[in-house]
């Protein structure tokens, strides 16, 4: 195939790829988790999330798109033959069979495995951790995911029988943020948790039913420090055993007539009250700070 402005010469089949062609069978296989596991790979969809996996090196590994795509697309075509990834150009019908929307956007990346070890996260002194206990839908995943990236989180874990973080759908509703932190699988929820203890940070459990007013932490200063926090499924929420190991169990307060939230915009909520605390400056600062200025 003759190289376009955007590529590289790969091989010497002529025309795009097909859906029969060998690369493009291997990669649909990645759509199933059993050989996305064996294989330590999956496909990222999309200009943007193929735009956020080409920003961490070694990460892409082939770059499927349409001509149309790879010509719309050229600068991220040419990242990623700058990076000596290769660009496959497929038909149409091949991008469909490797896509799992309604309207494919013309591009797919496959991308390998991004877990880090849990003590390898945690050694790096993050201040603001998710974590997903057994959160099988992915498209809330994903939500979780991208709104934990918005607030500041640099980890997020999915914990016992949580979702694969590298299904499809949790990949596009992480929309580029998968990328951007560190991603841990962790088998055993108390194990995470303790160790996230360990790490020095305040392990908060979401529910409904918590002893600890979000508000009222919040106005304690309780949410400065580095902090966890535990989310669980929208149907069961989070094991008996989790908030008991957990320092506090909190709510978010209704002040309407709602029953509750949904698991999205509880995260969001409980997320973004810690990393407001995070980098509020401390009373204490702040008045040794104003001491240090009235001084001759």
Aim: aromatic share 4%; glycine share 8%.
């Amino acid at each position: 195939m003759q190289s376009r402005p955007h590529g590289r010469r790969l091989d010497a089949v002529s025309g795009p790829f097909t859906p029969r062609t060998p690369r493009v069978v291997a990669a649909r296989r990645l759509q199933r988790r059993r050989d996305r596991d064996a294989a330590g790979r999956f496909l990222a969809e999309g200009p943007q999330a193929v735009r956020e996996a080409l920003t961490r090196p070694r990460t892409v590994l082939e770059l499927f798109g349409t001509p149309a795509a790879l010509d719309r697309y050229a600068d991220l075509a040419a990242r990623a033959a700058a990076a000596d990834v290769p660009v496959s150009e497929v038909t149409d019908e091949a991008l469909a069979a490797l896509t799992e929307t309604v309207a494919p956007q013309g591009l797919v990346a496959v991308c390998r495995h991004l877990d880090v070890p849990l003590d390898t996260a945690l050694a790096r002194g993050p201040r603001l951790v998710a974590v997903l206990a057994g959160i099988r839908d992915p498209g809330n995943a994903g939500t979780v995911l991208r709104t934990a990236d918005a607030a500041g989180a640099q980890v997020v874990v999915f914990a016992g029988e949580a979702v694969d973080p590298y299904n499809g759908k949790a990949v596009r509703a992480s929309a580029g943020s998968l990328f951007h932190v560190d991603v841990v699988r962790a088998p055993d929820p108390l194990a995470a948790v303790a160790a996230l203890r360990a790490a020095g940070l305040a392990v908060l459990a979401t529910t409904g039913y918590g002893v600890d007013d979000l508000d009222d932490l919040a106005d304690a200063g309780r949410l400065a420090a580095p902090t966890a926090w535990l989310f669980g499924s929208e149907a069961h929420g989070l094991a008996d055993e989790l908030t008991a190991a957990a320092d506090a169990r909190v709510r978010v307060p209704l002040h309407g007539r709602a029953e509750s939230l949904n698991l999205a915009a509880a995260a969001a909520v409980c997320l973004y009250a810690s990393a407001r605390a995070q980098r509020r400056p401390s009373t204490g600062c702040a008045a040794e700070t104003a001491g240090e200025s009235a001084r001759p």
